[in-house]
């Protein structure tokens, strides 16, 4: 890392200092166990893109021949069959495709909620933010698990939904993040002076709040996914959450505890999957945290 | 103390409020009803079905009138359970409950603490290294693959404990493994903070003057660091407990236990109205009662917070 000296460059060029983001990238890639991290992720990811063109088998196919096989490479059946005789390769990998979409699509619902909720109430203040954190605080108390469950009922089948409902739940801690980090900023010079130049509210939150939370917002998003991927998995292990013939990582685990004394790789293949992919997103959302607060470490 | 606690116990008048008001609305609105897995049976007793239970009347009336027989402590009688009451359900499985949860908490807190502590003294080297990387691995895995895994190792290869089950309530050998996944989890959880507080206390002013006086470590840690250090673990076991009682349900299930956590997930799909509802009610004074016990402990506990 060079630091160009101001004169040389001629005042009217800025001096090329690192940004909070290149910075945070440099110590991020230097970050083995994020990196690590992030590589598995995008083979996970890869994989469950491609499930349809690299398994050799339909997830939903029944194999009458082969029923509860052990893993074998020359016919196909790469993690063997469940005991319906289906392809536990494809089921897996169909599985990340189910865990991974509704990790990220209840994370974005959350992140959305929380983000707006938290700028609002700490950039406005006063009354209102007393009022919507008492809220915040209400719903903070009621048995989570409870209500997501209550909520798989409510909604029936419906996966999606129940997705979008859990993240409608998630968001209470993102809100309160967000809600701290606008107040520490709501003071600084460049928000008054955006006041000064007649900036509306709106646009002073939507322009100056929000893009200078986004470091801690991001660190914090890293951490909700496999937290909404452990609901979705808990939620199907109780054969609340995803139905035949679709499938996820907890529909196949719980099935794969049913049949563990015959079938022992029914449980380990998505056991492990699931298990790796939270350990990634856990150590990249440590190592993000790290990158993006260095005083923090 | 006394005021404090009086404050807080009325906060939590409106939180079980919205609790109860919440939890009633979405099982009532939820498709289906209680007597639809049943035999079809001629309208007319459905009607009277209907009628002793008050489904014929308006949501909104049903939803005063179960407000009015909660608050005389009447949480009604179970609609797939027939001739209990939902207390005596309740009553019936919560020593099994709290049995397998207060162990669990009690593991969490002198393993957890324990070993964390260990890690402190030791940080960056072997032992170190090897306590975070099991408290990681158990923060990560979920209880529900970690079950099953211990079952198939301990149970099936190893058969030296049952797969499921609680005998007659006293045999030890049908508790071990559901309390240790239950316990797990909060021992990871429980290791990692007092790793991390220990070693903020250790380096702290008043430490370096017990050991300048000459004390030995061993009372130097446990007479002076100890009590500071595990103020953020006593903070955490408001959450545990809420992460205990989730993961009892779970455990529950999986081992087949006759405790409470099973008769909600079985009342939410059989639309046990009563059930369900007395069951959140029931968890969630539970949880509003343990966080305020939590708060009077750590008041005690740290002489800078005084509650007034």
Redo the contacts between chains.
Sequence with gaps: MSVTPLDAVGVAMPAEGTSLWTSARRRLVRNRAAMGGLIVLIIIGALAILAPYISAHAMDDISWENIGTPPDWANGYYFGTDSNGRDLFARTLYGARVSLMVGILASIVSLVIGVIYGAVAGYVGGAVDNVMMRIVD?LY???????V???T??F?RNILLIFVAIGAVQWLDMARIVRGQTMALKHREFIEAAHAFGASSTSIVRRHIIPNILGPVMVFVTLTV?QVI?LE??LS????GVQEPMTSW?VL??D??RD??TA?WS?LFP?TF??VT??SL?FLGDGLRDALDPKDR | MFSFVAKRLLGAVPTLFVIITIAFFMIRLAPGGPFDSERAVPAEIQANLNRVYHLDQPLIGQYWLYLRSVLEGNFGPSFSYKDYSVTELIWDGFPVSMELGLTAVFLAVIIGGGLGSLAALKQNRAADYTIMTAAMTGITIPNFVMAPLLTLVLGVYLRVLPVGGWGDGHELKYKILPVVALALPQIAYVARLTRGSMIEVLRSNFIRTARAKGLSEWLTVTRHAARAAFLPVVSYLGPACAGIITGSVVIEQIFSIPGIGRYFIQGALNRDYTLVMGVVIFYGVLIILFNLLVDVLYGVLDPKLAHR
Excluded: C, K
Excluded at chain 1, 237 to 240: C, H
């Design positions: 209400i108390s009621l048995p989570f698990m409870f209500f469950i209550l909520l009922v409510f029936g496999p452990l998995s808990f292990f109780l054969g609340l907890g685990i719980s794969g505890a563990m004394e022992p449980l056991a699931l298990a939270l350990f856990n």
